[in-house]
């Protein structure tokens, strides 16, 4: 039953620190070749904030 519980730890969503954007794993970033389901993590360490270029180590996760 603990599961689901985990999977929803493991995909947290992300805020940018600079500009505010989040990075929803559910949503992705289809718009530059992330898919729905792509947690943070598992982001390419090259992926950047698409709204202002900040790198993944400007990002926070949510609480």
Same mark, same amino acid.
């Given at each position: 039953?603990? *599961?689901?519980?985990k999977e929803?730890?493991?995909? $947290? $969503?992300y805020? *940018?620190?600079v500009c505010g954007y989040e990075?929803?794993? %559910?949503?992705?970033d289809p718009d530059n070749g992330i898919q729905p389901g792509t947690s943070f993590e598992s982001l390419p360490d090259d992926w950047v904030c698409p709204v202002c270029g900040a790198a $993944?180590? %400007?990002f926070e996760a949510e609480d």
């Open positions: 039953m603990n *599961c689901p519980n929803e730890n493991k995909m $947290k $969503k805020t *940018c620190t990075y929803d794993p %559910a949503v992705g $993944k180590d %400007a």
